[in-house]
T-cell receptor, first 111, second 113 residues
């Protein structure tokens, strides 16, 4: 998986609790992305980063925030989890913007 | 807005060729991609094609691009049971410089022995 790890790999949490997902890379790639995967929707971009402390919103960013204080780590936070955020979350990295490599995913269930 | 459409399911016999189709709307896309996802795993980049190309071949994989019709296809020759997976078509959002990808819903390929 191109030197990308995601943690945790599985999480069950209750509605209203904060959750942070971590993406860690060892490739020193500049660009990092968070996607969510839901049946019938493919993957949709939540947020992305084009450098340390440089982030921007994707198409489904409501309810999510991100931070990137180091090149290797990109954190996705759900401030107050809702059932609609039950999904599989994938992190991706890219050096050139033209080839993205994906992590193994985090399965999040919000009860 | 940008959109990518794929058929949801394809079933073939082992040894046959598989053709997975995709249509997209963003004519400014510079790259188009095919990803493979096996059960419980992340997405694996299979191949991609630059928008000024018509065809790209990589071993058993052939990608055809018809820019006029905004149609992309992936042909897998001599399909094997190990090719059973979900295949995603994606385009990079040509309107931005950040490498954002727009994905189709995915085509589930079932290979029968």
């Amino acid at each position: 998986d191109a030197g990308i790890t995601q943690s945790p790999r599985h999480k069950v949490t209750e509605t209203g609790t904060p959750v942070t997902l971590r993406c860690h890379q060892t490739e020193n790639h500049r660009y990092m992305y968070w996607y969510r995967q839901d049946p019938g929707h493919g993957l949709r971009l939540i947020h992305y980063s084009y450098g340390v402390k440089d982030t921007d919103k994707g198409e489904v960013s409501d309810g999510y925030s991100v931070s990137r204080s180091k090149t290797e780590d990109f954190l996705l936070t759900l401030e107050s989890a809702t059932s609609s955020q039950t999904s599989v979350y994938f992190c991706a990295i890219s050096d050139t913007r033209y080839e993205q490599y994906f992590g193994p995913g985090t399965r999040l269930t919000v009860t | 807005g940008e959109d990518v459409e794929q058929s949801l399911f394809l079933s073939v016999r082992e040894g046959d060729s598989s053709v997975i189709n995709c249509t997209y709307t963003d004519s400014s896309s510079t790259y188009l991609y095919w990803y493979k996802q096996e059960p419980g795993a992340g997405l694996q980049l299979l191949t991609y094609i630059f928008s000024n190309m018509d065809m790209k071949q990589d071993q058993r994989l052939t990608v055809l691009l018809n820019k006029k019709d905004k149609h992309l296809s992936l042909r897998i020759a001599d399909t094997q049971t190990g090719d059973s997976a979900i295949y995603f078509c994606a385009e990079n959002s040509g309107s931005s410089n950040t490498g954002k990808l727009i994905f189709g819903q995915g085509t589930t390929l079932q290979v029968k022995p």
